[in-house]
């Protein structure tokens, strides 16, 4: 592989600025590219040295400074193919103001690849140029692996109306299009289960917003290799605001989001004869499922389950001698109430992240109580079922706010959401941090206020923040962690 150059300089403007960036034996094409179009917008501003460097496994194997405006940027000659990413990165004064990475790309001889790198000012959320192509609140986000990021149902400002709509955005050329599917039935504040199989199931959430929050029992099961996307037996119960668990392939616990005088929940389980999806009851013996609040699988494959009480909070588990029988006999350990450690809180809307080890830590979310967030983020602990106050602790506790996954190594961002339980009150943030060492990253305040927001990790690493706007905008996060 030959040099790479970089021929023009980056700008905002109306629409993505793509420049094409050709290695000299065409074994390599990178389209820098900026989505973004504002006064603040522009990665280049104040930049006085560019680092251009090609990584292997995360570490530079080729690597070039230039001081900028002016130099003419080109990577020195390398040998051979790979697995490898640019990056690229704006220095201001010694500091990191912009950044830029690639996708992971495999090079080989014989072939050109082409692959984009979005140079964006660091820690700063920014909008996009292109809008949604409807503006709404409370979307799901599912980012596919292709890249692309699907944003489904929600509803309109105001409450009156659930969509059944569903877009896509490209991080190739930072639009939004349809993506030619719709989900069979209106749905807001859907819970998503992801599995490895690529399928994903879409369930419970809100089906209609007239006169009141009216749950839903739908289960809708997408196909991301053939797009199809089909309504399947329903839950039992509607479920406004439950937690799902997608613990392993083909199974998901679904618990809470009701008022139901009979405490249960659910296993939707994919049938391995014909595929379809169908939900069991499923019963405990020391849960009052009526308060469970959030939950998510555990790295051992159990479930930490989060409620308002310490009767709603333990962890779930399917138990081995009856993993093919169901309705199967399953057992729920409850944390103990005399003696939940010195961390515990009973909160609904909590953030919730599985750690490496098998615990779970446990942020934000408010006491119902006393209506006051839970300042203090604690992790529970899968050997002993009790609390501690966790080593990363975020300068935003909030409620109700997705907490998505950014690396392997522990750092998540955590956004939007309230700092009340009747969600009055929104945050127009984002925070990164590492859940596992507890370092600490920015706190980045949005570019708009937004209502029911939703979060996506693309590809590099940058985070798409969607909804929660009567403007039909999107904005884009590229973080930059030291």
């Not at 489904?152 to 993506?179: H, K, L, M, Q, S």
């Not at 009480?309 to 057992?331: D, K, M, Q």
Request: proline share 7%.
């Amino acid at each position: 592989m030959s040099g790479v150059f970089f021929a023009a300089l980056l700008a905002c403007a109306k629409d993505p600025v793509v420049k094409t960036i050709p290695a000299e034996d065409g074994a390599l094409e990178v389209q820098l590219f900026n989505p973004t179009s504002c006064s603040d917008c522009d990665p280049f501003a104040g930049v006085d040295t560019l680092v251009l460097s090609v990584l292997q496994d995360g570490q530079p194997i080729s690597s070039a400074t230039y001081a900028w405006p002016g130099a003419e940027l080109s990577l020195p000659e390398l040998d051979g193919f790979g697995v490898v990413q640019v990056e690229l990165l704006g220095l201001r004064a010694g500091e990191v103001s912009s950044y830029g990475i690639t996708p992971e790309v495999a090079l080989g001889p014989g072939r050109t690849v082409t692959v984009a790198l979005q140079f964006l000012p660091a820690n700063q959320a920014l909008p996009l140029t292109a809008g949604l192509t409807i503006a709404r609140e409370n979307p799901a986000t599912v980012r596919l692996r292709n890249g692309r990021v699907l944003v489904v149902g929600g509803n309109a400002a105001g409450g009156d109306r659930v969509f059944t709509a569903i877009e896509a955005y490209d991080p190739t050329t930072g639009g939004f299009a349809d993506a030619g599917i719709a989900l069979p039935s209106p749905l807001t504040e859907a819970h998503v289960a992801e599995f490895p199989t690529g399928e994903r199931l879409f369930l419970a959430g809100i089906g209609a917003l007239e006169g009141g929050r009216v749950g839903s029992t739908e289960v809708v099961h997408y196909v991301e290799e053939t797009g199809e996307i089909k309504s399947q037996s329903p839950l039992a119960m509607a479920r406004d605001g439950a937690c799902v668990s997608a613990f392993r392939d083909g199974q998901a616990l679904v618990l809470g989001g009701h008022d139901e005088p009979r405490s249960h929940g659910e296993l939707v389980r994919r049938d391995p004869d014909d595929g379809t999806w169908h939900a069991t009851d499923v019963y405990f013996t020391d849960l009052d499922d009526q308060q469970v609040t959030g939950c998510a699988p555990l790295a051992d494959g159990r479930t930490f389950v989060q409620g308002s009480t310490a009767a709603s909070t333990g962890i779930w588990a399917l138990s081995e001698a009856n993993e093919g029988v169901y309705p199967p006999e399953t057992a729920f350990f409850p944390t103990p109430v005399d003696d939940p450690g010195a961390g515990a809180a009973w909160v609904v809307g909590a953030g919730i992240a599985p750690l490496a080890d098998g615990d779970a830590w446990v942020g934000g979310g408010v006491v119902p109580t006393t209506g006051a967030l839970a300042g203090a983020a604690r992790e529970l602990r899968g050997a002993t079922q009790r609390f501690d106050p966790a080593d990363a602790q975020p300068a935003q506790p909030r409620a109700f706010g997705p907490l998505r996954t950014v690396d392997a190594a522990g750092t998540v961002a955590w956004g939007c959401g309230w700092r009340d339980l009747g969600r009055t009150v929104p945050l127009p943030s984002v925070e990164l941090f590492n859940v596992e060492t507890g370092a600490a990253g920015p706190l980045i305040e949005l570019y708009d206020t937004r209502d029911g927001c939703d979060l996506a990790v693309l590809p590099d690493g940058s985070i798409l923040v969607v909804g929660g706007s009567e403007a039909a905008t999107g904005e884009i996060i590229r973080p930059y962690l030291e």
